[in-house]
T-cell receptor
Framework: GNSVTQMEGPVTLSEEAFLTINCTYT??????LFWYVQYPGEGLQLLLK?????DKGSNKGFEATYRKETTSFHLEKGSVQVSDSAVYFC????????FGTGTLLAVQP | EAGVAQSPRYKIIEKRQSVAFWCNPI?????LYWYQQILGQGPKLLIQ????????DSQLPKDRFSAERLKGVDSTLKIQPAKLEDSAVYLC?????????????FGEGSWLTVV
């Protein structure tokens, strides 16, 4: 069936470290792929998206590339900040939006 | 542009009681969604409306949950009677239509605790 598997957290990094959060999906056809972020006490916000193979979504220094051959959409950032501390959700949409379980990122000064 | 509005933000009820959550989507958005997010898990779709019609309610526990969007704008989600396992955040979301590439915008959620 359709599903999203993402890296379990929590991920704890020091400020300015490199971030990777892995995400793989199973789906029929070629779904659109998303990363959503949930800051403490706030609702889900779209971080970035990609709608077809080899597309790269980017926003606020974060990037993810739609890899059809590996069915992956890993999230990366070259230098994290304390303000990036949040829960990150990978999701795909074919007929409906299906989320992974979320990865908590904690960035320490 | 105003976002997705939800109320109440927080609700505590006893098991077997009822509760209702209200959602007003972004103006002009035809598609409205209700998600349930249990602590430590990703959001799970409960029901999806396209205008005032139901597109998908396959994961809605219909013995106790109901939702309506009578005029194709705002929506109400009701739980009656509530169980302890219904404690979760109920997220309303909307999008222009149900195309898979459209961005789905979420409200801040209604936090339900059943005791």
């Amino acid at each position: 069936g359709n599903s999203v598997t993402q890296m379990e957290g929590p991920v704890t990094l020091s400020e300015e470290a490199f971030l990777t959060i892995n995400c793989t999906y199973t789906a029929t056809g070629y779904p659109s792929l998303f990363w959503y972020v949930q800051y403490p006490g706030e609702g889900l916000q779209l971080l970035l998206k990609a709608t077809k193979a080899d597309d790269k979504g980017s926003n606020k220094g974060f990037e993810a590339t739609y890899r059809k051959e590996t069915t992956s959409f890993h999230l990366e950032k070259g230098s994290v900040q304390v303000s990036d501390s949040a829960v990150y959700f990978c999701a795909h949409a074919r007929n409906k939006l299906i989320f992974g379980t979320g990865t908590l990122l904690a960035v320490q000064p | 542009e105003a976002g997705v509005a939800q109320s109440p933000r927080y609700k505590i009820i006893e098991k077997r009681q009822s509760v209702a959550f209200w959602c007003n989507p972004i103006s002009g958005h035809a598609t409205l969604y209700w998600y349930q997010q249990i602590l430590g898990q990703g959001p799970k779709l409960l029901i999806q409306f396209q205008n005032n019609g139901v597109v998908d309610d396959s994961q809605l526990p219909k013995d106790r949950f109901s939702a309506e969007r009578l005029k194709g704008v705002d929506s109400t989600l009701k739980i009656q009677p509530a169980k302890l396992e219904d404690s979760a955040v109920y997220l309303c979301a909307s999008s222009l239509d149900d195309s898979s590439g459209n961005t789905i915008y979420f409200g801040e959620g209604s936090w339900l605790t059943v005791v």
